[in-house]
Each structure stands twice: as C-alpha cells, then as structure tokens.
Nanobody, 120 residues
Framework: VQLVESGGGSVQTGGSLRLSCAFS????????MAWFRRTPGQEREGIAY???????TYADTVKGRFTISKDGTDNVLYLQMTNLNVEDTGMYYC????????????????WGQGTQVTVS
C-alpha cells in the first residue's frame, strides 16, 4: 500500500486549495479512506472520510467548507478546501485501511507522508 499526498501550499485567508492523495494497493484496503490533519498545538484530527459507496462524513470544523472525493479510475483521493482560515494551517495526511473505531477517530493501517497547508 502506498499513499502520496500533494497539493499543499500557502494561501491567504478565504482562499482555496485542493489536496490529492495518489494511492495504490489492494482495492479492499482502499475502500474506506480519510483525511486527517495535525494543526499546531493540537492532536491529530480526522476531518473527512469517504466509504466504499462514496458517502462522505465530515468533522464539524470543516463541514460546509471541505469536500472529499475519490477517483477510482485514477486512484486518487481528493480534498477540496474552500474558505480557508488560519486555524486550518497544519500538516494534512490521507489514510486508508480502517482497522477499528469510528471513521474520523479510528485507527488506520496506512498513512501518507503528509502535505503542509499554511493559511495566513
């Protein structure tokens, strides 16, 4: 299993970014995927999740601003982020292979290396 994030960068408040996570591995492990982030001074936070039917779940902190989607043909997981604010600054990770627990708080088996998002 391999997960490679990209698309991070610096953006002004109110701006938008789209993160990508190119994934490869057994399809069964890629059925349930999520985005997490670690913001300064905070614990890692699950922010968006997508199940095998394409149904999303969002944390309250990003609901209405972020959209998770998955392209099964190109094997890419996306996170479209809009109306960004300084509290969104942090390292963003994609994850796959939910082992136990809930979709945004559970334990995942596979992680990418992360991509940095800075909002100022």
């Amino acid at each position: 299993v391999q997960l490679v994030e990209s698309g991070g960068g610096s953006v002004q408040t109110g701006g938008s970014l789209r993160l990508s996570c190119a994934f490869s591995g057994p399809p069964a492990k890629m059925s349930y995927m999520a985005w997490f982030r670690r913001t300064p001074g905070q614990e890692r936070e699950g922010i968006a999740y997508i199940d095998d039917m394409g149904r999303p779940t969002y944390a309250d902190t990003v609901k209405g601003r972020f959209t998770i989607s998955k392209d099964g043909t190109d094997n890419v997981l996306y996170l479209q982020m809009t109306n960004l604010n300084v509290e969104d600054t942090g390292m963003y990770y994609c994850a796959a292979g939910l082992v136990r627990g809930s979709c945004l708080r559970g334990e995942y088996m596979h992680w990418g290396q992360g991509t940095q998002v800075t909002v100022s």
